[in-house]
Nanobody, 121 residues
Framework: VQLVESGGGLVQVGGSLRLSCAASRSTFRINTMGWYRQAPGKQRELVATISSGDGTTNYADSVKGRFTISRDNAVNTIYLQMNSLKPEDTAVYYC???????????????WGQGTQVTVSS
């Protein structure tokens, strides 16, 4: 399974961007997908996650109220709508998909290659 991110770019403070992450094929029906980011010199951090079942979402405190994660299971894609962007949102954003294989319990964990988001002041 490949995860391909798109939608990154350069935007001014207060602007918006929408990231997309498309999976090359469906994996298992029950999974979680999410967005992480890594700024230069910092550890990778969770931004937002969404479950495949009931669509439960989870956000980092730093993005609550500004970012919205959503998913379209029919096309194996998740999105991250980012509004009111700040310079501290500048980072490489990574998509992740993980879960457990039904029946065997074996874990799986896929990452995308990342897309750069730069917010200029």
């Amino acid at each position: 399974v490949q995860l391909v991110e798109s939608g990154g770019g350069l935007v001014q403070v207060g602007g918006s961007l929408r990231l997309s992450c498309a999976a090359s094929r469906s994996t298992f029906r029950i999974n979680t997908m999410g967005w992480y980011r890594q700024a230069p010199g910092k550890q990778r951090e969770l931004v937002a996650t969404i479950s495949s079942g009931d669509g439960t979402t989870n956000y980092a405190d730093s993005v609550k109220g500004r970012f919205t994660i959503s998913r379209d299971n029919a096309v194996n894609t998740i999105y991250l709508q980012m509004n009111s962007l700040k310079p501290e949102d500048t980072a490489v954003y990574y998509c992740r998909r993980w879960g457990v294989v039904p029946g065997t319990g074996a874990p799986y964990d896929y990452w995308g290659q990342g897309t750069q988001v730069t917010v200029s002041s």
